[in-house]
């Protein structure tokens, strides 16, 4: 990836911004309201971020949560980050996901993340 398009963003996709981060929509949402929080350093890992980067994006993240509460009115959240190419990051750019999450959204919402890897997932049904 030559040019990071997080590091390049039109002001126009941008909702909010702090000190230290920014909010905007996902480009390729998965759910109605799915927001991303992302720190304006150019920085590819939550744990190479500041203690002061660290308070600012989850304060950016509450921001978001309000935002996306009054517009979509979702009934949960999943909230998570993609931290390194074998988790998935295919930006390398740290950002963290606020996917809303509305009941009847998938058959069986119990797991939430842990269906990143389905062999593992259902671990209720399995003792």
Known sequence: MTTCPFCTL???????????????RDGFPISPGHTLV???RHVDSFFNI??????DLLALLEIAKAG???EF?????????????????????????LIPRYTGDVPDARGGVR?????????WSKR
């Open 10 to 24: 039109p002001a126009g996709r941008i909702l909010h911004t702090s000190q230290h981060g920014l909010i905007i």
């Open 38 to 40: 992302i720190p304006r």
């Open 115 to 123: 269906w990143i890897i389905p062999d593992k997932a259902d671990y």
């Open 50 to 55: 500041t203690a002061e980067e660290k308070l």
């Open 73 to 97: 009115k979702p009934d949960s959240y999943n909230v998570g980050i993609n931290d390194g190419p074998a988790a998935g990051q295919t930006v390398p750019h740290l950002h963290i996901h």
């Open 68 to 70: 996306v509460d009054a």
